[in-house]
Structures are given as C-alpha cells and as structure tokens.
C-alpha cells in the first residue's frame, strides 16, 4: 500500500558546482525515519543548503545547512528534521536531510546547494 510519496529530485547547482543527490525518489509510509543525502567533489565547500519546494507553491523553501559538522534548522523545520554530515576535511562533501518521522505534508521536492562559506 502506498501510503505516501515524496519526490527528492536532482538538485541545487550552485556556482557550476555538480551537486549529486540520492535517491532521487522515494515512497514511504508516514512514521517512517528517511534519509536523503546529497553530495559533490569540490573540497573546499563546507556548506549544504537543503530546500523544500511544496506541490502548488514556487517557493523553495530554506530547511537548513550544515557548515562543517553544525546544523543550523530554521524554525518551522526544526522538529521534523535534522541535518547530518562533516564538510570538514579535504573529501568529497556529504550532508544528509534526516525526516525524523515522515508525515503527509512532507510530501514534496527536496534541494540540495552547496557553497563555499557561511
Ligand atoms: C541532528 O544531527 C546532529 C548531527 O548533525 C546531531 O548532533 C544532533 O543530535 C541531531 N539532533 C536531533 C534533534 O536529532
Ligand atoms: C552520504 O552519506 C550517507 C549517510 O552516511 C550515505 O548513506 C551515502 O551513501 C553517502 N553518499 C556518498 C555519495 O558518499
């Protein structure tokens, strides 16, 4: 049974910057703990920015970024999710979108941009 579907689809290009994000969609029931990751290779970039963009709305909507190992939630996102990764270190940078338990609503098309600082 399909209870719920939430697309995370390709994302951010920020500044040329070939920014990968996996899975690219997922089904999932509600209550279920998700997590999205997005990736890229320039080394010298410690922020991930993620993006909810909701069916119906063109606004994309600023979750949080991780800069170095430190989430920074906003508000309205602060329960539901969190932000993992370390873009510490001189290695292809990480960050993952953690849905803590996934919910009808979060139905929508996830971003993911990197930049270099805060
Ligand atoms: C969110 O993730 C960070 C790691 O990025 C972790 O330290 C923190 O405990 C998590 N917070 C919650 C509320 O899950
Ligand atoms: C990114 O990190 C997540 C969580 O640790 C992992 O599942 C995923 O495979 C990693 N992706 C890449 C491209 O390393």
Not at 7 to 34: M, N, T, Y
Not at 90 to 108: C, M, Q, R
Request: glycine content about 8%; proline content about 4%.
């Amino acid at each position: 049974m399909i209870d719920f579907l939430l697309f995370c689809c390709l994302a951010g290009v920020s500044l040329g910057l070939d920014v990968r994000q996996s899975p690219s969609d997922l089904i999932k029931s509600p209550g279920d703990k998700v997590q999205i990751s997005c990736s890229h290779d320039r080394k010298d970039y410690r922020v991930i920015l993620w993006y909810q963009r909701s069916p119906g709305d063109t606004a994309l909507k600023l979750i949080g970024y991780l800069y170095f190992k430190e989430a920074t939630m906003e508000q309205p996102f602060k329960e539901d999710f969190n932000i993992s990764g370390d873009l510490g270190g001189s290695t292809a940078k990480n960050a993952s979108l953690i849905f803590k338990a996934v919910k009808p609503e979060h139905g929508a098309v996830y971003y993911c941009a990197a930049r270099e600082a805060r």
